[in-house]
């Protein structure tokens, strides 16, 4: 089966600073880096390593191509990523070098300069019992996911970051549910009910190093995380997620896609960076 993933395609640019600005301040940065980022390009990638046969939805600037080179490399297929003028969607990410606490400004920019025509073009080539999955961090994101339910795929949704109000427009056509526990504790506040009782298809619920819980058709089932040094757990969901969803695409069990999900997003904490760091399949 193929993914069909709508997501966010941003530039992240990380600048270490002595301590983070005050209002009005000049601050000279001590190191600066930059690389790709976005919960949607993330995701595609770690689908793509996965093994998932994966096409992404989403707009950059057309001058950016360059910036999507990884995504390219990892077999993503770009064929329906618009290349506009809106600026590319960015992050600029300022860290306090002595706390490693940070201060981010995002910019969606053209992640949310996403046509109807452009969603409804990639949809044509998706057949019934495919995946649609994406996040929150583009616009179109519930017309694309009602299109998608409408021809017959099946539906991946990760909840992030939390919006209430779409993730009760949404939660009906939801098959596979993904979410880490913050969100989860939002969500079971907004329903007013713990999340064994949302009676989803399929939802699982990642704990950090602590595992991940399912609970949906195939049980309850709990997934302790693979014991290991994380250096930088940035991604780490997103790494979890992709990995899960190409093993289900593959026509995998659930305890099986969660077994390997937390492979690989063991082997992608213990290195530094956010897509540069997800594993490849063969790695596991
Ligand atoms: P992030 O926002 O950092 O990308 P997240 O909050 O969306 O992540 P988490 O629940 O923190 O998601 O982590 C997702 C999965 O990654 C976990 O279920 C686990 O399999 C793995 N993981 C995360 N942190 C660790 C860790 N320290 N050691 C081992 N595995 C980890």
Known sequence: ?????????????????????KPGETL???????????????????????????????QIHKDDEAHIALMAQAGVDLTHIARGDVPTGHAIV??????????????????????DSQMTKALEGAKAGDWALTQNE???????LKTAKSKGLQICYSAAPFVKDK???????????????GEAA?????????????????????KGAQGAYYW???????????????????????????????????GASISQAMAIASKAASIQVTRFGTADAIP????L
Do not use: C
Request: no cysteine.
């Open 1 to 21: 089966m193929t993914v069909f993933n709508l997501g966010s395609i941003n530039l992240d640019y990380f600048y270490k600073v002595p301590h983070l600005p």
């Open 28 to 58: 000279g940065a001590l190191s600066f880096s930059q690389g790709l980022g976005g919960k949607g390009a993330n995701q595609s990638v770690a689908l793509a390593r996965g093994g998932a046969e994966v096409y992404h939805i989403g």
């Open 94 to 115: 300022v860290i306090d070098d002595a706390s490693g606490e940070n201060q981010i400004l995002l910019m969606a920019g053209a992640n949310h300069a996403l046509t």
């Open 138 to 144: 583009t616009n179109l994101g519930e017309a694309f």
């Open 167 to 181: 993730l009760l427009a949404l939660i009906d056509d939801v098959d596979l549910l993904v979410v880490n526990e």
């Open 186 to 206: 939002e969500i079971a506040a907004a329903l007013g009910k713990a999340p064994e009782a949302w009676g989803l298809p399929h939802l699982v619920v990642t």
């Open 216 to 250: 949906g058709k195939e049980g309850a089932l709990f997934q302790p995380s693979e014991q290991v040094k994380a250096v930088d757990t940035t991604g780490a969901g997103d790494t979890y997620l992709g990995f899960l969803l190409a093993q289900l695409s593959h």
């Open 280 to 283: 490849a399949l063969a790695e």
